[in-house]
């Protein structure tokens, strides 16, 4: 039955994974027959790797052995747009622009900026758990999400959770998916508490000529009663890589401000005042959508696609001391750029190679080492988003063990007996 | 099970100490119920004093196949802290220290006996405070709030706990200890965190909290609408949300309520009410006065009575006396009442309240409807009196079918205090069999032996109109009982 979906070479190829070529690919168009699917390959030992828009498919571990890509684009309805409500629900496979634009008809908002919406979709921004830079204002991925619908590896479809906002029905099951990069089930369905749609926008753009008072006026900003809606700080490197131009060199703070009249001139009013206090060099305004568009896709992009992604979390005040610690991590003939969301706590880090070939993997290699280990005296913790299948070979992108591994051991054991969902890809090697 | 309590207990006292071990039958009575109907008599209760005592107590437990519940303040409302199978209850109410406050990066990590108040008191003179709100907020501890997953008045804007714990430090079955997530707002792998938060101490024994802290808002600003229909009041609630107004709080009162809220705290409100409204909105003073002007216009929509307003806080607590006295006042009209927890779609709030007025008038006794609306999170008191022979299986029985209108509706069996004890058997209108065992799952995944809180959350078998164990056990829920 499942030759039934095998498709084109040019699919296969394009559904490899760390050079890993897929055994088939299959598209399927219903509930019914991704269960048939997904409950074949797990009754046959056959491995699944579940695939959304494809824009993240790189994150996590070199796949454990040949299986079949699951593609979800065909399933992307729009389950259910209750705008009284506030809340939504759409299968795995929807697209983010056509969800965005859905809610946006009735003035709402997901809180799931993620990168590249034209490709990427609900089930894989869920599975990779990656929270964009609305998460300022918004909280986690995870703090969106109200219920869930999933394919258990035996086929079977279990729910968790509801479509109300307040609810502490049974255990949160979702949890374990959102994050979870489709090591123990495939999402199927993910029903979402909504946020209206500010009725202004405005975002001001400021620039220093030291990375100190980017930080500062961050901090100041992170503790002071505006609330923006999104607050990113980025070097010179990741402005120009993102086709933004800040008017000076240095380093810069956007902040996207939204609110009722009277309320955005007051955060603007109380934002500019606080540049000027870190003695900003430059302060301006960027239009809203193509800036955070940018910010969203930066290091995801094809412009700016770099040899090596990381993510690093420590606390809010330590983000200066990871941003030092990136830029302190090049090679000769690398340019690395970073991306910072400072009341979060999370500096992403791009390095690319200035010639064609790209980087060496010996040379990703010790960047990352010398990066965790940085990062490491000051109590975080660090990811690798993307790097060559090589580098892969040698360093666990995941960072080790995290805490709780045991645990996640267990929940694979559980969940995935037969080790049919991503195998090799998640944390620990789950 | 055998149990040789002659020789569990010198062990548990040789860990927490001799007077923090409570074992005499007149002594255990106090850690016999919590917030609910429910009652069961624990075998032991130990107070530990740190999660090294947690551990070679569970450690203790888990060689004698003894039960183990934690407990906090019992302030509970579905029996959650309630030792059904006996066994040893431990008790967080010596771990209340405030271990750290990281002003600068808003995280303070506590122990699990602190009350919910006291952090947002103790960090108040920095200017931040604890989102979650409970109504027992002033008795209610942190530990209790990460098990029920807690919500408060106040959760409509700011979310309940799981949005405000960053990490846990635990104690699993076997005595290990373990952080999961930490005091970074990411960490990778599968969210451990999350699955405990709420998981009513099934899982493992939550000994340290790292929570995000809060800036105190600039302003805050509350609204008092009163409307003489109770449809109107609901549907004031669904134009709020539906103009893309999200206020910090909605709170919603019926006729029942106001009545008894008037006889108890004369909170003046007018001849002919017939709901009230309370909605708080919070923020930049320019964003409250601008969103407060915002809701003004849509409960005007609606035909109100009466609105007032306050910026003060004593005006601000006059408003609000009503709706926090409520519940101590239904004792006013009935000798009991049955507190029903459930949670509907919002844009549903007035066709359920409609057909739980229904029941009311069907059965004969009288409903009192409190609310969280802006959530959709209603709390029905069912009236009755037990001396009356049948009228608590009737209560039973009406809470029942509430339960089962909410489910019908779109909603579920509990918005925020828990299924525990008191619902177990309503899950299978929410959840098929799969659905229970996928969930029943994580029990083994923690390996937990089923030695932490055994009987809660799934059916036992017993049919759902099979109550009378329940009814053999209630009680009217006491002074004790907040929502």
């Keep these: ?430 | 099970m055998t149990l040789d309590m002659n020789s569990i207990i010198p062990q548990l006292q040789a860990v927490v100490g001799a007077e923090y071990v409570i074992h005499k039958p007149e002594d255990l009575i106090v850690f016999e119920y919590d917030g609910s109907v429910d009652r069961a008599l624990p075998t032991v209760v130990a107070l530990p004093d740190s999660a090294e005592q947690v551990s070679e107590c569970v450690k203790i437990a888990e060689r004698s196949g003894l039960p183990i519940v934690a407990r906090g303040a019992g302030t509970g409302l579905s029996g959650g802290a309630v030792a059904e199978h006996g066994g040893l209850v431990l008790a967080m109410t010596r771990m209340t220290r405030i271990l750290e406050v990281d002003v600068e990066n808003r995280v303070a990590i506590v122990e699990p006996g602190v009350v919910n108040l006291h952090l947002s008191e103790q960090v108040s003179k920095h200017g931040l405070y604890f989102a979650p709100d409970p109504s027992s907020q002033r008795a209610c501890t942190i530990g209790g709030n990460v098990a029920e997953n807690s919500g408060g008045p106040h959760c409509l804007a700011y979310g309940v706990t799981t949005n405000h714990v960053l990490g846990l430090e635990v104690v699993y079955a076997d005595g290990g200890i373990e952080w999961v997530g930490g005091i970074h707002r990411e960490s990778p792998g599968f969210d451990l965190r999350g699955i405990i938060i709420g998981s009513e101490g099934t899982l493992a024994i939550v000994t340290k909290i790292a929570v995000r802290l809060l800036r105190q808002p600039e302003a805050v600003k509350t609204l008092l609408a009163v409307f003489s229909e109770l449809d109107d009041a609901s549907a004031a609630v669904s134009g709020i949300i539906g103009a893309g107004i999200v206020p910090a709080a909605i709170e919603m009162m019926d006729e029942l309520c106001i009545s008894a809220a008037e006889a108890a705290v004369h909170a003046g409100y007018p001849e002919g009410a017939g709901a009230v409204l309370l909605v708080e909105v919070d923020g930049l003073a320019e964003a409250v006065e601008e969103e407060v002007a915002a809701v003004e216009e849509v409960c005007n929509l609606y035909d109100p009575l009466e609105i007032r307003t306050a910026t003060d806080p004593v005006e601000r607590e006059k408003l609000w006396s009503g709706r926090k006295g409520v519940l101590g006042a239904l004792g006013r009209l009935a000798p009991n009442y049955l507190l029903v927890d459930g949670t509907v779609p919002r844009t549903r709030l007035v066709e359920t309240l409609s057909r739980i007025k229904g029941i009311s008038e069907r059965t004969g006794y009288p409903i009192a409807n409190l609310l969280h609306a802006g959530d959709g999170n209603l709390h029905p008191s069912v009236l009755f009196d037990e001396r009356k022979p049948g009228d608590t299986e009737a209560a039973l029985k009406i809470g029942g079918e509430i339960l089962e209108l909410c489910v019908e509706v779109g909603g579920v069996l509990s918005g925020e205090h828990g299924i525990g004890l008191e619902k177990q058997e309503y899950m299978p209108l929410m959840f098929t069999d799969a659905d229970m065992d996928v969930m029943a799952r994580l029990r083994p995944s923690f390996s937990t032996n089923n030695i932490f809180n055994p009987g809660k959350i799934f059916p036992t078998g017993a049919s759902c109109s099979d109550i009378r164990q329940m009814a053999a056990a209630i009680q009217r829920a006491g002074p004790g009982a907040y929502v």
């Design chain 1, 1 to 430: 039955m499942i030759t039934r979906h095998l498709r084109t070479r040019d699919d296969l190829a394009s559904s490899t994974i760390d050079g890993v070529e897929p055994i088939s690919a299959v598209a399927p168009s219903s509930e019914d027959e991704l269960r048939e699917v997904v409950g074949a390959a797990d009754g046959e030992r056959l491995a699944l790797y579940p695939r959304g828009g494809g824009t993240r498919i790189g994150l996590g571990g070199i796949p454990a052995r040949p299986g079949i890509v699951v593609d979800m684009t065909r399933l992307n309805r729009v389950a259910a747009h209750n705008a009284g409500d506030l809340t939504a629900t759409f299968q795995a496979g929807a697209n983010m622009r056509m969800v965005a634009e859905t809610l946006a008809q009735q003035g709402q908002m997901l809180a799931l900026d993620s990168p590249l919406p034209a490709r990427s979709t609900i089930g894989g921004t869920l599975a990779t758990g990656l929270s964009g830079a609305l998460k300022w204002h918004m909280g986690h991925a995870r703090d969106t999400v109200i219920g869930m619908r999933v394919v258990q590896p035996n086929g079977s479809v279990t729910k968790s959770g509801g479509q109300v906002v307040k609810n502490v029905s049974g255990y949160d099951m979702s949890r374990l998916h959102i994050g979870g990069l489709g090591s123990l089930g495939v999402i199927l369905e993910a029903s979402f508490k909504l946020t209206p749609i500010p009725m202004y926008e405005r975002t001001i753009l400021a620039s220093f000529d030291s990375l100190e008072g980017a930080m500062d006026v961050s901090m100041s900003v992170f503790n002071s009663h505006v609330m923006p809606l999104a607050l990113a700080s980025f070097g010179d490197s990741t402005a120009r890589l993102m086709d933004v131009d800040p008017a000076r060199p240095g380093s810069h703070v956007a902040f996207r401000l939204g609110g009722r009249p009277r309320t955005l001139d007051r955060q603007v009013d109380d934002v500019v005042k606080a540049c000027r206090e870190a003695r900003a060099a430059h302060i301006g305004e960027s239009p809203t959508p193509r800036l955070w568009r940018a910010i969203s896709d930066f290091g995801w992009d094809a412009d700016s696609l770099p040899d090596l992604g990381m993510r690093i979390t420590a606390l809010p005040s330590q983000t200066g001391d990871v941003i030092a610690a990136v830029e302190g991590c090049a090679a000769p003939d690398m340019e690395v750029a970073w991306l910072a969301h400072p009341g979060f706590g999370t500096v992403e880090g791009a390095w690319l190679g200035a010639s064609s070939e790209g980087a060496s993997a010996e040379d990703l290699i010790d960047i990352i080492s010398e990066a965790r280990r940085r990062v490491l005296t000051l109590g975080g913790w660090a990811i690798v988003l993307r790097c060559p299948t090589e580098v892969k070979r040698r360093v666990d992108v995941w960072g080790g063990e995290p805490r709780g591994s045991s645990v996640m051991r267990e929940l694979k054991a559980q969940y995935d007996p037969n080790d049919t969902m991503n195998p090799g890809r998640y944390v620990g090697g789950i």
